[in-house]
């Protein structure tokens, strides 16, 4: 089992830039694929940024390619992504995901199970 616990949101001005982490319990974290999703308001759960085990698989999607980088220390069991040049439309509540799933090229990776609580994100214009 794992447990995932998100912090570092909070609110910023558009251009600006965050640095989201996750930590996570569990002597299994060091084999799981990770990754971040968020949820805006009134729409549905998005898939952002995956990172295998070993850091030397990730995948993007189209909308934060460029901006937001995933990256992770298996010492300190905890996944980070750094996100910048943040838009207002970037508002939403971020999530960190554990055991995801189909990390292959050119195929969208599927959730794992376990979820960590969220952290809000807002983009002030």
């Known amino acids: 089992q794992v447990q995932l616990v998100e912090s570092g949101g909070g609110l910023v001005q558009a251009g600006g830039s965050l640095r989201l982490s996750c930590a996570a319990s569990?002597?299994?974290?060091?084999?799981?694929?990770m990754g971040w999703f968020r949820q805006g308001p009134g729409k549905e759960r998005e898939l952002l940024a995956v990172i295998s085990f070993d850091g030397g698989y990730t995948y993007y999607a189209d909308s934060v390619k460029g901006r937001f980088t995933i990256s992770r220390d298996n010492d300190k069991n905890m996944v980070y992504l750094q996100m910048n040049s943040l838009q207002p439309e970037d508002t939403a509540v971020y999530y960190c995901?554990?055991?995801?799933?189909?990390?292959?090229?050119?195929?969208?990776?599927?959730?794992?199970?376990?979820w960590g609580q969220g952290t809000q994100v807002t983009v002030s214009s």
């Open positions: 995901n554990a055991e995801l799933r189909r990390l292959r090229v050119g195929e969208v990776p599927l959730p794992g199970i376990y």
């Open positions: 569990g002597r299994f974290f060091k084999s799981y694929a």
